[in-house]
T-cell receptor
Framework: RKEVEQDPGPFNVPEGATVAFNCTYS??????FFWYRQDCRKEPKLLMS???SGNEDGRFTAQLNRASQYISLLIRDSKLSDSATYLC???????????FGPGTRLSVLP | EAGVTQFPSHSVIEKGQTVTLRCDPI?????LYWYRRVMGKEIKFLLH????????ESGMPNNRFLAERTGGTYSTLKVQPAELEDSGVYFC???????????????FGEGSRLTVL
């Protein structure tokens, strides 16, 4: 079993739609959680950290359920510019290394 | 402020040759990571430096890969001799160490694409 698993995708949604991505992780000692975004042929960039209480940044909402070892990302009112691959990232039990999920590709269509 | 820079951006070599990739992290970042993305696969950890010390090199595929970080500044990743399966994009990332359990936000370079023929 992979350490971090994500919805396989791709997700093709119309502009304005709401889309949700799911992620599960296997290491119960993982300490920090993130969503990164990677545009085609570009480097990953931090989208947002994920906190236990859940957090929101504009149209983006992240949730963490430690008991279920599950992380989610909700994007509301999708824009064309949201088209990218979304990477779920967790730190390992030493908190020093980042483990990446395979990513879920999103295409927002006009 | 300059971001993480990597060189070369793309390298095409033949099987058996040697390639050295370079990474200049953001100034002041003690953490430096190397990752690799092979076509169609997820980004995989290779190794982690804290300053000039190798903190974790458990992701290095084999002894054909050698990473160094002299003086705790830039880092090099040498592949010698290169094999076909080494093809992929090698990402370097750096972060500012906050605590031993909080490595800080990762900032990535644009990657070095390696093609082994």
């Amino acid at each position: 079993r992979k350490e971090v698993e994500q919805d396989p995708g791709p997700f093709n949604v119309p502009e304005g739609a709401t889309v949700a991505f799911n992620c599960t992780y296997s290491n119960s000692a993982s300490q920090s959680f993130f969503w990164y975004r990677q545009d085609c042929r570009k480097e990953p960039k931090l989208l947002m950290s994920v906190y236990s209480s859940g957090n929101e940044d504009g149209r983006f909402t992240a949730q963490l359920n430690r008991a279920s070892q599950y992380i989610s990302l909700l994007i509301r009112d999708s824009k064309l510019s949201d088209s990218a691959t979304y990477l779920c990232v967790v730190t390992n039990n030493y908190g020093q290394n980042f483990v990446f999920g395979p990513g879920t590709r999103l295409s927002v269509l006009p | 402020e300059a971001g993480v820079t990597q060189f070369p951006s793309h390298s095409v070599i033949e099987k058996g040759q040697t390639v050295t990739l370079r990474c200049d992290p953001i100034s002041g970042h003690d953490n430096l990571y190397w990752y690799r993305r092979v076509m169609g696969k997820e980004i995989k950890f290779l190794l982690h430096f804290v300053k000039e010390s190798k903190q974790d090199e458990s992701g290095m595929p084999n002894n054909r890969f050698l990473a160094e970080r002299t003086g705790g500044t830039y880092s090099t990743l040498k592949v010698q001799p290169a094999e076909l399966e080494d093809s992929g994009v090698y990402f370097c990332a750096s972060s500012q160490l906050r605590s031993w359990t909080d490595p800080g936000e990762l900032f990535f370079g644009e990657g070095s694409r390696l093609t082994v023929l």
